[in-house]
């Protein structure tokens, strides 16, 4: 099974800076979701975006897939201390709920 | 969204010993999923719990060390068996199309 790759693998910027997270995969998806995770808890389910989606927006949060490149972004606008935290992005593949989870990104917001 | 239950959320257990994850959901799934974050990495799964069947292992993970119950459409759970230092990791169960997961358990083994 496939696993998305996430670059970079740890990423730091100032508060109220814009972050940008990188999700590559190689095989067809039937969506992608992205999940926050803060020291070890639990994960924080961000986003899902379907196959035939192209962009999703929900608050500060922006997703874009790009089916063709085979990858998908995460961007965080207006950073906030609370937004330190690892994100990953997990794929689903067609007739399977079942998620591979890439390798994440370690996001620290500087105050 | 679904919301998951799981306890405990954190165990210190000695080797050799076995340890019963519970995941309980608000609402009724068809499949449940167990997975396991070991420290600094990311999540791998370890078996799809359909209700009624038994669950579904991926390459590295056997029925022996991770067996899984799923007696209802709301509920699994998960045993850690014969544990050895190498099992401390968090273990996470999810549910839903659009995954929803609960806090986790941390299991670190002595």
């Known amino acids: 099974s496939q696993q998305g790759e996430e670059d970079p693998q740890a990423l730091s910027i100032q508060e109220g800076e814009n972050a940008t997270m990188n999700c590559s995969y190689k095989t067809s998806i039937n969506n992608l979701q992205w999940y926050r995770q803060n020291s070890g808890r639990g994960l924080v389910h961000l986003i899902l975006?379907?196959?035939?989606?192209r962009e999703k927006h929900s608050g500060r949060l922006r997703v874009t897939l790009d089916t063709s490149k085979k990858s998908s972004s995460l961007l965080i606008t207006a950073s906030r201390a609370a937004d330190t935290a690892s994100y990953f992005c997990?794929?689903?593949?067609?007739?399977?709920?079942?998620?591979?989870f890439g390798t994440g990104t370690r996001l620290t917001i500087i105050p | 969204s679904a919301v998951i239950s799981q306890k405990p959320s954190r165990d210190i257990c000695q080797r050799g010993t076995s340890l019963t994850i519970q995941c309980q959901v608000d609402s009724q799934v068809t499949m449940m999923f167990w997975y396991r974050q070991q420290p600094g990495q990311s999540l791998t799964l370890i078996a799809t719990a359909n209700q009624g069947s038994e669950a579904t292992y991926e390459s590295g993970f056997v029925i022996d060390k991770f067996p899984i119950s799923r007696p209802n459409l709301t509920f699994s759970t998960l045993t850690v068996s014969n544990m050895s230092p190498e099992d401390s990791s968090i273990y996470l169960c999810?549910?839903?199309?659009?995954?929803?997961f609960g806090q986790g358990t941390r299991l670190t083994v002595v």
């Open positions: 997990a794929l689903s593949n067609f007739g399977n709920e079942k998620l591979t």
């Open positions: 975006i379907r196959s035939n989606e």
């Open positions: 999810s549910a839903g199309t659009e995954a929803f």
